[in-house]
């Protein structure tokens, strides 16, 4: 199993940036691709950012161009780092892992969520 532990979220002001840290612990080894998701109140969870386990990333439109997430496997640690933030990127930021079971298939780990408040 992995765990996933997020941090760094909180409150900032419009144009303000923040850092978020997910610490993956456990069978950590398994891990392909990571991911920032994020849900905003009455929305459905969206992803934000995706890193692969060769480096690859992708971004959703809204935040191309201000968000970049980063990957240190050695410390087992994924970030995003958040600049230009906008009261649209209001939301819980929750960490992802998809992880590879030993005799096939994957499943996917999540953190318990860090908010973050964008005010006006």
Known sequence: QVQL???G???VQTGGS???SCAASGSTRMIKTMAWYRQAPGKQRELAAVITNTDGTNYADSVKGRFTISRDVAKNTLTLQMNSLK???TAVYYC????GRVFGGDYNSWGQGTQVTVSS
């Open 87 to 89: 009261p649209e990127d």
């Open 96 to 99: 992802n892992a998809r992880v």
């Open 18 to 20: 923040l850092r978020l």
């Open 5 to 7: 532990v997020e941090s």
């Open 9 to 11: 979220g909180g409150l």
